[in-house]
């Protein structure tokens, strides 16, 4: 018996529901089947060599720009060191100095200066008055020991002034929160472009600053011209998070935590830097001329670094994404001929089912209406804020400790971040992610509250809670980095991590402030509010996702939403779904249905436009492949 027309179209549509059906089942719930999971670009990355000399060379180039961050940063140990100092005498026939000369300025230092060591440092007596009334003074003396020139004895940044050195490292670290709308930039433009823009921000701000201080302006116009300075150098660091973007886009998932940390150790390796460059100079000035010279050769850098091949796929841009892959083959010593299909066919699909790029005023509304991630972004904020809080606390005033050897000290620090940075990597590759997290926590806090305790009795104990706590808040850092970047979807990870730590930099922009309350208000202050804000972050992270066994980064909210679920789908779990997708995929085909029985040549016309789309798409494909052989030909 015949089949009637309305026969075939139910057969027709049938089958299409059974392979949407099966399609469907596969790619949302992960269920294993012959077909891989993974998406088009991960499986070319793995074609070319998700980390071989290519990643490795990228991996070095990167690195040396992520010293840049810490330099910058860390520069503010040294350059804006207070040394031990006092008032200087009010004698105009005697050249004071901090160190004692002779009897006779050991006697005038006891006639005008008080025994009280805060005292000493901001008031003298008054020899005119009858009652020897203290006076403040408008002159210091600076021990010379470990520091000869610096802002703080250059700009007389002590006393009542002392407030001002910690001004020009807010400002630093309120530039750094531009990091949200070079994040937007990165998404936008590409991550190579944003990154070189802000390289060749900071060549231009340094250099520029550098004349200014060389000139005979007053020392206050100086100080505001360091401190505006200090704001856009704070911008153009911004590089570190689109730098970690580029690079866990460039290699699998088995690398992230690698990709991660090697980040972590340049930027390690920039405290180091820019330490022995103050050791052999002791002058603020000729430090900063030697970091603003060692930033110029990364001018360089647009024609080094390459395109992210992910973001070009993701924004449509499949020529110079083919061609980024060829190269990463090439030098990794591979071969994408076995992989042409993939290459050209599977990737123009998947260019072509990429999810929409709404604003980023939507994205922001999506991820605040869905439950999941917006209580998942509200802990990473939060855990971000106390990771650059603490660390920049505790980093930055681990030498005001002790007035003897700063720099021995600031070394021991740097091999505690190390191992801090070490220990994040072995137990991030080993464990899980929250675990790890919570304990580096809850070990800083404790760590934290230590100081204070021990500090007049036991300094070397003190001293030694002080490196602990630089350990512990460094790993949790390295790992707090790894769950931010993998929580946001790939369409907004470059701005969901720019928006993450320019939120963070509200915690980082009071850590200056707050660690000057141990020498203005109480000793303890600043490590007790430390210590608790540790501990809040570790209670919070309890509420985290683990995301180690994700095997692919989530390409949208939906998929993000989904880290907490189980990989595998139960058969009964996936029976109740079924009928909802059967419903769905019916619909939409009923509704074509409908459309094709108003136009009795709506088979034939969409028949031949997709024999001429698939034509098209095949000539497109031949054409590119042409291009890219005969480049390389050329080459």
Request: some cysteine; proline content about 3%.
């Amino acid at each position: 018996m015949a089949k009637t027309k309305n026969d075939h179209d139910h057969d027709r549509a049938r089958s299409l529901v059974e392979l949407l059906q099966r399609t469907q089942s596969q790619e949302q719930f992960d269920i294993p089947s012959t077909t891989s999971t993974t998406s088009t670009i991960d499986q070319l990355l793995n074609d070319a060599g998700s980390f071989g000399l290519y990643q490795k060379i990228q991996f070095f180039l990167v690195g040396l720009l992520a010293v840049l961050p810490a330099m910058t940063a860390f520069n503010y140990v040294f350059i804006a060191a207070t040394p031990d100092h006092r008032c200087q005498l009010p004698l105009t026939n005697f050249t004071d100095t901090f160190q004692i000369q002779s009897n006779e300025h050991e006697n005038y230092i006891n006639q005008y200066i008080p025994l009280s060591t805060k005292d000493r440092k901001c008031y003298l007596y008054d020899r005119n008055s009858k009652n020897e009334n203290l006076i403040s003074c408008s002159k210091w003396v600076f021990d010379n020991t470990f520091y000869n020139t610096t802002i703080s004895t250059e700009w007389n940044l002590v006393c009542d002034r002392l407030h001002l050195k910690g001004i020009t490292q807010n400002a630093y670290i309120i530039g750094t929160s531009g990091s949200f709308l070079t994040g937007i930039m990165s998404d936008k433009l590409g991550r190579r472009t944003t990154m070189y823009l802000l390289i060749l921000i900071l060549v231009i701000v340094l250099n520029a600053t550098q004349m200014m201080m060389h000139s005979k302006l007053s020392n206050d116009k100086k100080l505001i011209i360091f401190t505006i300075s200090r704001f856009l150098t704070g911008i153009a660091q911004t590089t570190y998070s689109i730098t970690l973007v580029l690079l866990l886009e460039m290699t699998s998932a088995t690398k992230r935590v690698l990709a991660s940390n090697i980040l972590s150790y340049f930027y390690t390796l920039g405290e180091l830097f820019i330490m022995i460059i103050y050791y052999f100079t002791r002058d603020w000035s000729l430090t900063m001329w030697i970091l603003t010279i060692y930033v110029m050769p990364f001018l360089c850098y647009y024609w080094c670094i390459p395109e992210s091949a992910r973001w070009l796929v993701s924004t449509g841009h499949l020529l110079q994404a083919r061609k980024v892959l060829h190269r990463i083959a090439y030098v990794n010593r591979r071969t994408l001929a076995n992989s042409e299909k993939k290459l050209y066919d599977d990737l123009q699909r998947d260019a072509r089912k990429r999810p929409k790029r709404y604003s980023y005023i939507h994205v922001l509304i999506s991820l605040i209406k869905s439950p999941v991630m917006r209580q998942r972004c509200l802990i990473v904020f939060y855990i971000m804020m106390t990771n650059l809080m603490v660390y920049l606390g505790i980093g930055m005033g681990i030498t005001t400790l002790t007035n003897d050897r700063p720099y021995e000290i600031f070394l021991f620090s740097i091999f505690a971040e190390l191992f801090g940075l070490c220990l994040c990597h072995f137990c991030a590759t080993k464990f899980d992610r929250k675990i790890p997290l919570i304990i580096f926590f809850t070990l800083c806090s404790l760590s934290i509250l230590t100081i204070p305790i021990t500090h007049k009795n036991y300094p070397l104990i003190s001293l030694s809670s002080a490196l602990c706590a630089k350990l512990f808040i460094s790993a949790s850092q390295a790992l707090s980095w790894i769950y931010t970047s993998e929580t946001y979807p790939t369409v907004i990870r470059s701005t969901g991590v720019g928006l993450t730590v320019s939120i963070a930099r509200l915690g980082g922009v009071w850590a200056p402030q707050i660690s000057l309350l141990s020498q203005s208000v109480w000793f303890p202050l600043p490590y007790i509010i430390f210590s608790i804000c540790s501990f809040i972050a570790a209670f919070f992270a309890i509420f985290l996702p683990e995301t180690r066994t994700k095997l692919a980064l989530p390409e949208t909210i939906k998929q993000a939403e989904k880290a907490d679920d189980d990989i595998t789908i139960h058969r009964e779990t996936l029976s109740e779904i079924q009928p909802e997708i059967i419903i769905t995929h019916s619909e939409r085909l009923s509704t074509c249905y409908e459309e094709e029985d108003n136009d009795t040549h709506g088979e034939d016309a969409s028949s031949s436009e997709h024999m001429k789309s698939e034509e098209e798409l095949t000539l497109t494909n031949i054409k590119q492949k042409d291009n890219i052989e005969s480049e390389e030909n050329k080459k």
